[in-house]
C-alpha cells in the first residue's frame, strides 16, 4: 500500500498554454506535462518517473474541444477519448477515428483520458516498465529480445536493439487519416505529419514520439480529404476491455465505380511507431475491392517481417487484418 | 447429538450484533485521524523538502462530495482515492490494482465514472463527485441498482460492487433503458474476480426495467 503513494511532487494548474510552457520551459528534465494522467500516475505510482515539477494540463480551455476548420477538423489534445468518440463531426466524417477511440482500453479510461495522451503514452513493455535499466531508459540490454525473453507482445518490424511496440489505438486512425500534430514550444508553434511525430528507436531509443522538454501538443488536426471515405478499424486484444492491441488495423479507402481510388492502411503493435503499409497501399490503389485484390495485398503486407521467439502469430494476425479492411 | 453451533462465540450470526465492528471502528480512526500508519502513510511521502515551489498548488481545498463541501488537506500527489478513504472516511470506494486496471475505485466526476486512483484530487476541486455513499436515497434508501443486484445475487466477495454499482448508476443516467450489450460495454471497467458478471449484468436490466 505505502508503495502506491507517489513520490512528492510540485503540481501546477496553469490555465493558459504560455504559462504552461514557461513552467516546462523552466523545469527542464525534471518537469513533466500530464494531460489525463493515466499514463503519468502509473509512472509516478511505480517510482520509475520522478519528476519534480507536474504540469497539470487539465485547466486549459483552449486545449479542448472539436471545431470544424476551413479544410477539415481540429482537435484539442486535452479533449477526452469518450468526446472524441461520441461527437458527431467525428462520428459522421471522420469515422474512423470514431471507431479507434472507442476500442480505446476501458469506459473509466476514456473517460478520463485525452486523444493528445493517447498518443504520446509510452512504450507498454513490461521489462521497461518495470524499471529495468534496458536501452529504452538508458541502459545498454534488451531484456525482451532474449531467448528466454517474454516477447509475444513486442515488434516483428524496425527492431533496433528495443522491440517495443506503438501502444495506441488512435494513432492508427490518425496515421490512416494523414493527421497533423501541432507541437507549441518556447519558440513558437511547429506543425508535423503524423507520421514524422511518432519515432522509432533507431532514431531515438528513449522516447515514441519527438515531443522535447518544453514541448506540448495542442492540437490534432484532419485534413477533409478522408471526410466520408470507407473506413476499417479492428483492434484484436487478449481481452476486449483494457487490454493493448496485439495488432491493430485502421484504412481509409476512396472508391468510385468500385475500384479503389485512394487507400491509406496503418497497422499497429507490429512496429515502435504506427506502420504504414506504403506496399498494400501501391498493390490495391485502381483495383477492384474484392476478395483477390484482399488476398494480394494481405500476402504483401507482412513482407520484412521479422518475428521475436514468440509472435510469430502477429504474421497470419496482421495478414488477415489486411485482408478484412481491403474487403470492407 | 451435537449441536453444530454450540457456543454463540462460533455463530456467525451474531458478529453483526457487536457494538463496535471492524469496519466501524476503522472508519472512527479514520475521522480521528489517530493511527500512526496511515499518519505516516499521508506524511511520509514528502522526502526531498516539505517548502512548496512558489505557484504550487494550495494543499487547503474544498472539494464537492455526495452534495456537501468538504474541506481537507491534500497533498499535491494525492489521488482521488486517497483523500475518499484515508481523510473523508468515505471507504465505499475501493483500491484494487491502484491502477485504472479494475474499477474498483470507480467514482463519478460531474456525473462521469472515472478510476478515483487515477486522478489526482487537486484536479476536480471545481467538479461535483459522487461515491457509492452517495447514489442512494437521503435516509439511506437503496439505489433500484442496488436493490437489483441484491435480489440477482450480484455481489460475491463484493470488493468490485461499490465499483459497479457507481458504473451502473452513470449508465442509467445517461441511458435510462440500455440493451444488454450496452449494460455490458457500460460495465466493461469494472473487474469481478468472482466471474459474477451476469449477475450484474441482469441486476442493471432488472433496474432499469422497473423505473
Known amino acids: 500500500m505505502t508503495k502506491d503513494m507517489m513520490p512528492s511532487f510540485n503540481l501546477f494548474q496553469p490555465a493558459d498554454i504560455e504559462s504552461a510552457i514557461g513552467l516546462l520551459t523552466d523545469a527542464g528534465d525534471k518537469g513533466w506535462a500530464i494531460a489525463g494522467g493515466q499514463d503519468s500516475l502509473d509512472w509516478f505510482k511505480d517510482r520509475i518517473k520522478r519528476p519534480e515539477t507536474v504540469v497539470d494540463l487539465s485547466g486549459i480551455t483552449a486545449l479542448k474541444g472539436i471545431r470544424e476548420t476551413a479544410d477539415g477538423v481540429e482537435i484539442g489534445a486535452l479533449t477526452t477519448l469518450t468526446e472524441v468518440e461520441n461527437n458527431p463531426i467525428i462520428k459522421e466524417k471522420y469515422g474512423l477515428l470514431s471507431m479507434a477511440a472507442a476500442r480505446v482500453a476501458s469506459p473509466q479510461i476514456r473517460n478520463k483520458g485525452t486523444l493528445g495522451g493517447n498518443v504520446s503514452q509510452d512504450a507498454r513493455c513490461w521489462y521497461y516498465r518495470s524499471g529495468l535499466d534496458c536501452y529504452r531508459a538508458g541502459g545498454n540490454t534488451c531484456y525482451a529480445d532474449t531467448p528466454e525473453g517474454m516477447n509475444r507482445e513486442h515488434c516483428i518490424f524496425g527492431a533496433s536493439r528495443c522491440v517495443a511496440v506503438s501502444p495506441s489505438d488512435t494513432a492508427m486512425a490518425l496515421s490512416s487519416l494523414d493527421a497533423q500534430m501541432v507541437i507549441q514550444n518556447a519558440a513558437g508553434e511547429t506543425v508535423v505529419a503524423a507520421e514524422d511525430f511518432f519515432i522509432g528507436p533507431a532514431i531515438d531509443i528513449t522516447n515514441m514520439n519527438i515531443l522535447k522538454p518544453g514541448d506540448i501538443l495542442t492540437a490534432i488536426r484532419i485534413p477533409a480529404k478522408w471526410a466520408g471515405a470507407k473506413f476499417y478499424f479492428e483492434k484484436v486484444a487478449d481481452r476486449n476491455t483494457w487490454d493493448f492491441a496485439l495488432v491493430n488495423i485502421a484504412s481509409a479507402i476512396i472508391e468510385k465505380d468500385g475500384i479503389i481510388e485512394d487507400i491509406r492502411i496503418s497497422c499497429g503493435a507490429v512496429e515502435c511507431v504506427p506502420k504504414r503499409l506504403h506496399v498494400v497501399e501501391d498493390i490495391v490503389r485502381g483495383s477492384v475491392a474484392n476478395e483477390e485484390t484482399a488476398t494480394l495485398a494481405a500476402s504483401a503486407a507482412s513482407r520484412g517481417a521479422a518475428p521475436l521467439n514468440y509472435n510469430h502469430f502477429k504474421i497470419p494476425l496482421m495478414e488477415n487484418l489486411v485482408k478484412r479492411a481491403i474487403r470492407g | ?211
Open chain 2, 1 to 211: 447429538m451435537q449441536k453444530k453451533f454450540n457456543s454463540d462465540r462460533y455463530n456467525p450470526l451474531n458478529t453483526v450484533r457487536d457494538a463496535l465492528s471492524r469496519r466501524t471502528f476503522i472508519k472512527g480512526v479514520i475521522a480521528c485521524g489517530t493511527v500512526a500508519g496511515t499518519a505516516g502513510l499521508m506524511t511520509g511521502c514528502s522526502e526531498n523538502g516539505s517548502t512548496p515551489a512558489t505557484g504550487s498548488v494550495e494543499r487547503l481545498v474544498s472539494i464537492n462530495v455526495n452534495g456537501s463541501i468538504r474541506r481537507v488537506d491534500v497533498l499535491p500527489n494525492e489521488t482521488l482515492a486517497q483523500t475518499l478513504r484515508n481523510k473523508l472516511g468515505l471507504t465505499g470506494t475501493k483500491i484494487g490494482c491502484d491502477r485504472g486496471a479494475c474499477g474498483a475505485c470507480t467514482v463519478m466526476i460531474n456525473g462521469v465514472t472515472h478510476n478515483s486512483c487515477s486522478v489526482l484530487t487537486h484536479s476536480v476541486r471545481d467538479a461535483a463527485i459522487t461515491t457509492v455513499e452517495g447514489v442512494g436515497g437521503p435516509n439511506g434508501e437503496l439505489h433500484p441498482v442496488q436493490q437489483a443486484m441484491i435480489e440477482e445475487l450480484a455481489p460475491q466477495c463484493g470488493y468490485c460492487t461499490p465499483g459497479q454499482v457507481v458504473s451502473a448508476v452513470a449508465l442509467l443516467q445517461r441511458n435510462p433503458k440500455p440493451t444488454r450489450d450496452e449494460v455490458r460495454q457500460g460495465l466493461s471497467g469494472n473487474l469481478c474476480r468472482c466471474g459474477a458478471y451476469n449477475n450484474y449484468i441482469n441486476a442493471v436490466v432488472l433496474a432499469a426495467g422497473r423505473s
